[in-house]
Nanobody, 122 residues
Framework: QVQLVESGGGLVQAGGSLRLSCAAS????????MGWFRQAPGKEREFVAV????????YYANSVKGRFTISRDNAKSTVYLQMNSLIPEDTAVYYC???????????????WGQGTQVTVSS
């Protein structure tokens, strides 16, 4: 079992920045690919970013590429999402998730955090 707890969400003006954190406990953190997903009201959960267990490989959704950066600190069992140049369309509940594979599909992720709200005002 892996337990995930997100933090760092909040209300920010367009153009601002936020840094989300996701602290993991349980199994060996470096075994897991970590992903960030988000879900806006009335919309399906969508992929945002993913990072490999070693941290050497990352991949981003086109909508956030160049604005968001995913990183991890395996010594602290924590994954981060630095979000810059935020726009109102980024408003959503953001979730971190863990899986042993390399999938970008939410359905393939085994463990999920409770989510943290990010609201970007115009």
């Amino acid at each position: 079992q892996v337990q995930l707890v997100e933090s760092g969400g909040g209300l920010v003006q367009a153009g601002g920045s936020l840094r989300l954190s996701c602290a993991a406990s349980g199994r060996t953190f470096s075994w897991y690919t970590m992903g960030w997903f988000r879900q806006a009201p009335g919309k399906e959960r969508e992929f945002v970013a993913v990072i490999s267990g070693s941290g050497g490989d990352t991949y981003y959704a086109n909508s956030v590429k160049g604005r968001f950066t995913i990183s991890r600190d395996n010594a602290k069992s924590t994954v981060y999402l630095q979000m810059n140049s935020l726009i109102p369309e980024d408003t959503a509940v953001y979730y971190c998730a863990a899986n042993r594979g390399t999938s970008l599909a939410a359905s393939d992720y085994d463990y999920w955090g409770q989510g943290t709200q990010v609201t970007v005002s115009s």
